[in-house]
């Protein structure tokens, strides 16, 4: 089987020194998670692949990487347009000042959630792993 690679970020921005957390709400599934996407070709890195999606599905492109954060997650997909693959995604974390998020036509909705809200709107154990992790590392790094 195929393995699709994807990339995206968990996105942080700081208010009254408590990370809110971007989520973007799938148009067609409903989920909601971090903007992420496939890697276009093999030869770009999971930080482009990861900027370029964050900046085409919430438009945001004023971003800092935090250091020595990565975490990846595999699941099988069944799409009538892509067919049966194994999908590989890997979550960078960043922070960012920017509050408005503009909305790709493949999401309907978009917000920055609290920890706990995050984690309540994820469907998806695995991700909500990543969050926790992420979550964790942001505050230990202060």
């Not at 909705?109 to 309540?120: D, M, T, V, Y």
Request: aromatic content about 8%; glycine content about 8%.
């Amino acid at each position: 089987m195929k393995t699709r690679t994807a990339a995206g970020f968990i996105l942080a921005r700081m208010v009254d020194g408590e990370p809110l957390y971007l989520l973007l709400r799938g148009a067609t599934s409903g989920d909601w998670l971090p903007p992420k996407g496939h890697a276009d070709n093999d030869t770009d890195t999971v930080e482009e692949t990861a900027r370029r999606e964050t900046a085409e599905e919430a438009g945001i492109t004023d971003l800092q990487v935090v250091p020595d954060f990565e975490r990846s997650i595999e699941y099988e997909v069944n799409t009538d347009k892509r067919g049966r693959y194994h999908k590989k995604v890997t979550y960078l974390l960043a922070t960012t000042g920017t509050s408005e998020v503009t909305c790709s036509d493949e999401h309907s909705e978009a917000g920055w959630f609290s920890i706990k809200e995050a984690l309540g709107k994820i469907g998806f154990e695995q991700m909500r792993e990543v969050l926790r992790a992420a979550d964790a590392y942001l505050r230990k790094r202060g």
